[in-house]
Structure formats: C-alpha cells, structure tokens
C-alpha cells in the first residue's frame, strides 16, 4: 500500500506560479514512479508530468516549458512547480504512484493504483 497527501493548491492570478507538493508513505519511495494528473470539471483526468524511480521524466505538451516536476527521495516526495500559469490550467491536480522498478506507460492513469486526494488549482484571468 502507498498512501499519497497531496498539496499546494489554491487561487492565482494568469501569469503566476504555484508549487504542489505530494508525499508517500508505505513503499521504499525510491522504487515508486510518480506523476501529476488534472481534471477539470466534465473532462476527463489527463497526465500533466510523470517522473519515473529512475529519475527519467515526461511532460504533457501543452505545459512544456512551464511546468517541471521533480522528486526527492530523501523526503519521500514529488513536485510539480508550475509557472506561467493560464486560465486553462485550472483544475483539481492529483499525485498518482506505481511501485515497483519497471517500464509502463507513464502518461496511461490506468497504470496507477494510488492516488491522492487532489488539490485544486485555480488561476483567473
């Protein structure tokens, strides 16, 4: 079991940044692949950023360039630091892990047993 607490969330305005935070507990989180998921309301839940045990990451493209995520294992977390925020970006942000050192499809949220509890993100124009 891998239990996920995710946040950072809140209200921006166009243009600003936000850091979401997620940490794990109940796996050696240095074998654990981690990503950023959103959804906005009457859409479904898209990947935003994944990093896998390794270090290797992925991004959506629409958020290349603005948004990076990283991991510290000492800490047991994953961030997603998010600048240049638009009005399109609002959404409930979710942590997502995969245990176990192996390759999968790490933008494919069916591949993640675990989840946060979100935390929204909101950016006005």
């Known amino acids: 079991q891998v239990q996920l607490v995710d946040s950072g969330g809140g209200l921006v305005q166009a243009g600003g940044s936000l850091r979401l935070s997620c940490t794990a507990s109940?796996?050696?989180?240095?074998?654990?692949?981690m990503a950023w998921f959103r959804q906005a309301p009457g859409k479904e839940r898209d990947f935003v950023a994944g990093?896998?045990?390794?270090?290797?990451?992925a991004a959506e493209d629409s958020v290349l360039g603005r948004f990076i995520i990283s991991r510290d294992n000492a800490r047991n977390a994953v961030y997603l630091q998010m600048n240049s925020l638009k009005p399109e970006d609002s959404a409930v942000y979710y942590c997502?892990?995969?245990?176990?050192?192996?390759?999968?499809?790490?933008?494919?949220?069916?591949?993640?047993?675990?989840w946060g509890q979100g935390t929204q993100v909101t950016v006005s124009s």
């Open positions: 997502a892990a995969r245990p176990g050192p192996e390759m999968f499809p790490l933008k494919e949220k069916d591949w993640y047993p675990y």
């Open positions: 990093v896998y045990w390794d270090g290797n990451s």
């Open positions: 109940g796996r050696t989180f240095s074998d654990i692949s």
